[in-house]
């Protein structure tokens, strides 16, 4: 990080924040600051403002800084974690996702990532990929009419699909596409207005009864009452041991309490949120990305073929499929789904030389780090090879986050990258998708790092 001299010459103690001394993106307007510029393009924006240095001041309505350094993220996300909570942008998924886990802070936080954490053990996970090979496979003959008549597939929505109703299978024992038409609709609309109010100027509360406002309170109203009537049912039911049977089971050691039912709805919308949309874009943006570099689509063809061998992909199989789980590590390094996340200090707390204030807000960017060329050679090109062992030790382990780190890392992560490989691996062995020209791929970053318009291509037999 670089300070002026004068800074670099002040005691420690006396090395409080000095707003002036922090570069800034230098394109701010005298009253929106950044705004203007981060809600256009908020890509090109950050990837920009990340030239200013390791740690730069963006106006976003109120100063958030950059974190562009691994260590300065290590900093927030490990090493001084217990200092930082989530940021002030949290609390507009709020009325969508309530006080599940990803949202909720210390000890609630503690309490229910400790019951949640089993159902995401090895062992359990194995028991996931039966689900995910199955709800492939069924994706897959539901595409070769389309694929025999030449016919374009909407890549990202077949992938949301198809992700939603594992998690669903997996994790409750339901599908919220399966439980009525109107569910996915409403699912489709909720997550379309929270995104909106990702970038949204003023945030006016869900109970103010705009337009956009009612519309999000109707869909809430569908989806609540589908997933509350799965919680009666289950209540009702034999115990299963998934998620949401752990959950409803689980006791707390002190007060022998379990949880409300408004607590598992929380934590149902949190799960099928947090575990579908992230994981579709992951997968949607490997596709792309495959479509244009086909000696990597041709080597991930051969290695699902070969260890394959037309069966279906099994746990013992998944680490001879190499190159599928390097391709979706790359995917996820250009197009990380979880684009940026923010974090609040508690209190003040020391960056190298800089003292940051108890509230300042943060931001973690992954589509900025992933592509410094510091750490990766050629950043914008598609190389799965980054991700031989051999070239990821020579690496920052904090240079590369796409499920963050520490305490609040991703606890579907080896969920979504056990997913990821064997849908890879499933749809190469199987078919190429090719991209379909004329209609070009828009980013649309705001919660995930999405496809505007979907991703259209042909799937052809191979
Ligand atoms: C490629 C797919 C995925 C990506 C890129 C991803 C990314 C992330 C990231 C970056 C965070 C941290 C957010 C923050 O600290 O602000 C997170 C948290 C979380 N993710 Fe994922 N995720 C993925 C898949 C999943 C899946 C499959 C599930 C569940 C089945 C899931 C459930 C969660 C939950 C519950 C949290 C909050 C954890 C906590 O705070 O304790 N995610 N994810």
């Known amino acids: 990080m670089k300070l002026s001299a004068e800074v670099e010459h002040l005691a420690p103690a006396q090395r409080w924040e000095r707003r002036d001394e922090i570069p800034t993106t230098g394109e701010a307007w005298p009253l929106l600051g950044d705004l203007p510029a981060a809600r256009r393009d908020p890509l090109a924006f950050h990837a920009r403002a990340a030239l ?14 950059l974190l562009n350094h691994p260590d300065d993220v290590q900093r927030v996300l490990h090493d001084n ?4 909570r989530k940021s002030f942008f949290y609390a507009r998924m709020k009325p969508l996702l309530g006080e599940g886990l990803l ?17 995401f053990h090895r062992e359990r996970l194995a028991a996931f990929a039966g689900i995910m090979v199955e709800h492939t496979k069924a994706t897959l003959d539901r595409w070769s009419g389309a694929a025999v008549r030449n016919e374009p597939l909407d890549v990202a929505a077949e992938m949301k699909r198809l992700t939603l109703t594992i998690v669903g299978h ?61 919680i009666a049912a289950r209540r009702s039911g034999p115990t299963r041991p998934d998620l949401l049977g752990m959950l409803m089971e689980a006791r707390d050691v002190e007060t022998g309490e379990g949880l409300s039912d408004r607590e598992l709805r929380d934590e149902v919308m949190t799960m099928v949120l947090a575990g579908h949309e992230t994981t579709a874009n992951a997968l949607s ?57 923010g974090r609040e200090a508690v209190e003040d707390d020391v960056f190298g030389a800089i003292r940051i204030r108890a509230g300042t807000a943060l931001t973690i960017c992954p589509w900025v780090l992933h592509r410094d060329p510091r750490w990766w050679d050629e950043p914008d090109r598609f190389d799965p090879d980054r991700f031989r062992p051999e070239a990821v030790k020579g690496r920052p382990r904090y240079a590369y ?18 997913e990821m ?39 052809h037999p191979r």
């Open 52 to 65: 200013a240095g390791d740690i730069v001041r963006l106006r976003l309505g109120r100063d958030v800084y």
């Open 103 to 119: 949202i909720s802070e210390g000890g609630a936080w503690r309490r229910k990532r400790r019951l949640a954490q089993p159902a």
């Open 170 to 230: 997996s994790l409750f024992g339901f599908d919220l596409l399966g439980q009525a038409e109107e569910a996915g609709q409403a699912l489709t609309e909720a997550l379309r207005i929270t995104n909106d109010r990702f970038w949204s100027l003023v945030y006016l509360p869900p109970s103010i009864p705009t337009p956009s406002n009612i519309r999000f309170a109707r869909s809430m109203r569908v989806l609540d009452r589908v997933v509350n009537d799965v």
């Open 401 to 418: 986050v796409p499920f963050a780190a520490g305490p609040r890392m991703c606890i579907g992560n080896a969920f979504a990258q056990m």
């Open 81 to 84: 974690h217990t200092n930082y």
């Open 285 to 341: 943006w490997a596709f792309h990305l495959l479509s244009g570099a086909p000696s990597v689509d041709q080597g991930l063809h051969h290695e699902a073929a070969s260890v394959l061998d037309g069966s279906d992909p099994t746990v013992e199989a998944l680490p001879r499929l190499e190159t599928a789980s390097r391709v979706s590590q790359e995917s996820m390094r250009l197009y990380p789904p979880a684009w940026a996340f």
């Open 421 to 459: 490989q064997i849908v890879l691996a499933m749809v190469a062995a199987r078919y190429r998708l090719a991209q379909v020209p004329g209609r070009p791929v828009e980013f649309e970053a705001s919660v995930t790092l999405r496809p505007r318009k979907g991703i259209w291509m042909t799937a």
